[in-house]
């Protein structure tokens, strides 16, 4: 193969153009310099796993050679459709947005699918409105919905009513498989709770996140159910709900750290109430972990931004993300898919230690 040709100056090829002295070249100077036909070549482009290897390394050589991009809204016609992937959510923690969006953006990049995003809040009267109109505006390709608009039911049915692609991120199976990426929360209450057990604590509360959130249920019924492998259980008194934010946890931790008995461990729904709890120990005089153990769940950047460090669970949210794009977008992975990287890890910091005596 002779790479080094000049593109075809055919006038009918409407892609054509001139950039600094040379003009880009079309999808028909690919095929051409690589010796197969145009489909090929889109084949390759759209990443599908119909090509030898060999023959869509060739191309994509080619393609490197002469920084060949396709035109979207040229594929987009192309194709009668778009190649835009939607992301529908309403969470009140802002680092896990920004997790997920980079986890999305993994999955994406070199599809030549770009990322929308759409926040939105599912106590409004005009919630499921705002969305089809958003997905009949940007007329996109599908869309990946995090907990907690993954969890509406009603998001689910008018996707398909509309007939736009969906891939939901939850923390249970609530769809067709093709439909799921499933985080294994539960799983991670469960940890948490061992953990603070190892370490002899049995004072032990609970800080959920807010009742609308499936994961708030899944990570304090895992959470109950390794406490009551170990004979325990939580009072109605350990158990106080918070929204996922800092303030609410400042807010819930003054009001389980007056109680007599106070804890000595207090298992927070996520990092930014943990965080919060911190706070509310200082503000009582207490020293963590020396007279009180908290452990979080998320393992964001704030678990390792605030002292003493977070004891937390690790949930893989870019990884999750990035599976969650590729499954949209029908990406074929070379390497089979491991499953268990969706599932919490417990990671053990500075914040947890032996119950005092």
């Given at each position: 193969m002779n790479s080094s040709?000049?593109?075809?100056?055919?006038?009918?090829?409407?892609?054509?153009?001139?950039e600094g002295g040379r003009r880009r070249a079309t999808i028909n100077d690919i095929a051409r310099l690589a010796g197969v036909s145009k489909k090929t070549v889109s084949r390759v482009i759209n990443q599908s796993p119909f090509v030898r290897d060999e023959t869509?390394?060739?191309?994509?050589?080619?393609?490197?050679?002469?920084?060949?991009?396709?035109?979207?809204?040229?594929?987009?016609?192309?194709?009668?459709?778009?190649?835009?992937?939607?992301?529908?959510y309403d969470?009140?923690?802002?680092?896990?947005?920004?997790?997920?969006?980079?986890?999305?953006?993994?999955?994406?990049?070199?599809?030549?699918?770009?990322?929308?995003?759409?926040?939105?809040?599912?106590?409004?009267?005009?919630?499921?409105a705002d969305i089809r109109a958003f997905v009949e505006r940007q007329k996109?390709?599908?869309?990946?919905?995090?907990?907690?608009?993954?969890?509406?039911?009603?998001?689910?049915k008018l996707l398909n009513e509309i007939g736009c692609a969906y891939i939901r991120i939850a923390s249970v199976e609530l769809d067709k498989p093709e439909h799921m990426i499933v985080g294994h929360d539960r799983m991670g209450g469960a940890q948490a709770a061992r953990h603070i057990l190892d370490l002899g604590h049995r004072r032990i509360a609970f800080i959920s996140g807010p009742e609308t959130f499936r994961s708030s249920h899944e990570r304090r019924g895992g959470f109950e159910d390794a406490l009551a492998e170990a004979g325990m259980k939580l009072?109605?008194?350990?158990?106080?709900?918070?929204a996922y934010t800092f303030e609410s946890g400042v807010a819930c931790g003054d009001v389980l750290l007056a109680r007599t008995p106070r804890p000595t461990a207090i298992f927070c729904g996520n990092d930014e109430m943990a965080a919060g709890v911190l706070q509310s120990a200082r503000k009582a005089g207490l020293s963590v972990p020396q007279d009180l153990t908290i452990v979080g769940f998320d393992d964001f950047q704030i678990a390792q931004a605030v002292w003493p460090p977070l004891?937390?669970?690790r949930?893989?949210?870019?990884?999750?993300?990035?599976m969650a794009a590729e499954k949209l977008i029908g990406v074929e992975r070379r390497e089979p898919r491991d499953m268990t990287k969706t599932e919490p890890t417990l990671v053990v910091r500075e914040s947890s230690g032996p119950a005092p005596a």
């Open positions: 040709k000049t593109p075809s100056s055919n006038p009918a090829d409407s892609e054509s153009s001139v869509r390394q060739r191309i994509e050589a080619v393609i490197a050679e002469w920084g060949y991009a396709p035109d979207p809204q040229a594929r987009g016609l192309a194709f009668r459709r778009s190649f835009l992937i939607g992301m529908i969470n009140p923690n802002p680092q896990y947005v920004v997790n997920m969006q980079l986890g999305l953006l993994d999955g994406l990049r070199g599809s030549g699918f770009e990322l929308v995003v759409h926040p939105c809040d599912r106590s409004s009267p005009t919630f499921l996109l390709y599908g869309v990946v919905l995090p907990p907690s608009a993954s969890e509406d039911e009603r998001v689910a009072a109605p008194d350990d158990i106080v709900q918070g004891t937390t669970i949930t893989p949210t870019r990884e999750i993300g990035r």
